[in-house]
């Protein structure tokens, strides 16, 4: 299914980020994809299964959720963070950002596995203290 990804931050996110990055909390506000019931049947996938998204930046496995507001028709939204890191434009256009709207994506059902904190900083390569 081809979409439109938008991303920003969540009250949820905000509050596992206190709390710590590396706990399954920030895993289950971060790594998820906010889709409408028609696009999750269209796909058929339900609530907590994992899906690929892929853009022409990356790819990256995140779970599934129905969103609570409706998004507009051919969007969907992935919280701000490290597993959205993986799909969006990596360019910063001078504004020490990412641009975190408006990526086209593709999106598949997987039965890939979520990665967590220290796994995905491994593939970026940052490994730190994990």
């Not at 796909?43 to 129905?66: C, F, H, N, Q």
């Not at 890939?112 to 796994?119: F, H, Q, T, Y």
Request: glycine share 8%.
């Amino acid at each position: 299914m081809k979409a439109i990804l938008n991303t920003g931050r969540t009250v949820w996110q905000g509050e596992a980020i206190e709390s710590g990055k590396d706990l399954q909390m920030y895993i289950d506000t971060a790594a998820i994809c906010h889709m409408n019931k028609d696009q999750m049947n269209a796909l058929g996938v339900k609530e907590g299964d994992t899906v690929k998204i892929t853009s022409k930046y990356g790819e990256v496995v995140v779970y599934a959720v129905e969103t609570a507001e409706t998004l507009p028709d051919g969007m969907v939204y992935v919280p701000m963070g490290p597993w959205c890191n993986h799909v969006v434009s990596p360019l910063l256009d001078s504004m020490a950002m990412p641009d975190f709207k408006d990526t086209k994506v593709e999106i598949m059902p997987t039965d890939e596995k979520v990665l967590d904190m220290p796994s995905l900083m491994k593939r970026y390569g940052k490994v730190g203290l994990y």
